[in-house]
Nanobody, 115 residues
């Protein structure tokens, strides 16, 4: 099983990015909750957002509520994180996870927010 993130980059404050996360291999994507985490330099990895396997229930860290939106397309084995009104404190490596912290992790994609 591989989890591959994409879509990171450098943006100015107030900008937007959309991250994607494709899960491949012997994994029934529809059965897995999908989550995004991030890790800033010198800090612990922190939870960002979660979408249940049904695609109905979502959860967000307080720091991103109202700015980030998690979604999924089970036909493409892909989860997304739409990030708007980005702030410098959003700078981090963003990781996708399938199946909880003991599940499958991607290698991460760098997001840098700077003027």
């Amino acid at each position: 099983v591989q989890v591959i993130e994409a879509g990171g980059g450098s943006v100015q404050p107030g900008g937007s990015l959309r991250l994607s996360c494709v899960a491949t291999g012997t994994l029934t994507f529809n059965n897995y909750d999908m989550e995004w985490y991030r890790q800033a330099p010198g800090k612990e990895r922190e939870f960002v957002a979660r979408i249940k396997w049904t695609g109905i229930v979502t959860d967000y860290a307080d720091s991103v509520k109202g700015r980030f939106t998690i979604s999924r397309d089970n036909t493409k084995n892909t989860a997304y994180l739409q990030m708007t009104n980005l702030k410098p404190e959003d700078t981090a490596i963003y990781y996708c996870n399938a199946g909880g912290t003991a599940g499958y992790w991607g290698q991460g994609t760098q997001v840098t927010v700077s003027s």
